[in-house]
Nanobody, 114 residues
Framework: GQVVESGGGLVQPGGSLRLSCAASGFTFSRYAMSWYRQAPGKERELVAAISSSGGSTNYADSVKGRFTISRDNVKNTVYLQMNSLKPEDTAVYYC????????WGQGTLVTVSS
């Protein structure tokens, strides 16, 4: 199976972006999904996670109230809506699927800069 991220880009501080992660090759609805990010010179960190049904979510303290994770089990896609973006949100954002297998995407770059 694989997951492919999209939606990254350059945005000004205070702006918004929506990342998408399209899954294929596995039973998406059985997998918990999460978004991680890795900034230059820093370790990869968990940003947000969502249960297989979508009924449970959790967020890093640094993004609570600004980011929203959601999923569509018909479209086999998970989303990350990012609002009120800050320069410190600049990073490569990765999608991860986890159940029987762990599947990582290649990442999409988000740059927050004026």
């Amino acid at each position: 199976g694989q997951v492919v991220e999209s939606g990254g880009g350059l945005v000004q501080p205070g702006g918004s972006l929506r990342l998408s992660c399209a899954a294929s090759g596995f039973t998406f609805s059985r997998y918990a999904m999460s978004w991680y990010r890795q900034a230059p010179g820093k370790e990869r960190e968990l940003v947000a996670a969502i249960s297989s049904s979508g009924g449970s979510t959790n967020y890093a303290d640094s993004v609570k109230g600004r980011f929203t994770i959601s999923r569509d089990n018909v479209k086999n896609t998970v989303y990350l809506q990012m609002n009120s973006l800050k320069p410190e949100d600049t990073a490569v954002y990765y999608c991860k699927a986890q159940w029987v297998l762990v599947v990582w995407g290649q990442g999409t770059l988000v740059t927050v800069s004026s």
